[in-house]
C-alpha cells in the first residue's frame, strides 16, 4: 500500500496540474525541449503574463520546470528529470509500477532529490 507521505507528495504533484493553463505550459515546454519567456508562454496559451507567472511560481515550487534570469526576462525550461520520472508517480498511483520504498526525503518527487538545475 502507498505510504501516507508519498499519497501526499503525489497529492501536490497532481493537485499542481489540475490546472488546464498549467498542463498547456507544461505540455508545451516539454515538447519544445528550448526555454520559453514569459511573454512567449503568455501568447501560446492566451493568458496573462501575471497568470503565466503565477502559474510558472507553482511549477516551479515543485520543480517541474526552473526559471533562469537573463536580464529582464525570465526564461522557463522543463525539468528533464521530471519528465523521466513523474510518469512512474502516475503508475504508481494507479497500482501499475511497484510503490517505492519510503525514505526521510521521500515528501519530494524523485526528480527533486538531485540537480536543481538552478
Known sequence: ML?????????SWFGCLAD???LQM???LATERTPMTIGALAAATGVG?????AHVRRLAE?????VERVGTASHVRVNPDCLAEFPTAA???MGL??????SSTHALAPWQA???GE
Not at 4 to 11: G, L, N
Not at 97 to 102: I, L, S, Y
Open 49 to 53: 503574463q501575471s497568470t503565466v507567472s
Open 3 to 11: 505510504d501516507r507521505s508519498s499519497a501526499e507528495a503525489y497529492a
Open 91 to 93: 503508475e504508481v498511483v
Open 114 to 116: 538531485g540537480e536543481t
Open 97 to 102: 509500477a511497484p510503490v517505492r520504498v519510503a
Open 20 to 22: 488546464p493553463t498549467r
Open 26 to 28: 507544461l505540455h508545451l
Open 62 to 66: 515543485l520543480e517541474f520546470v526552473f
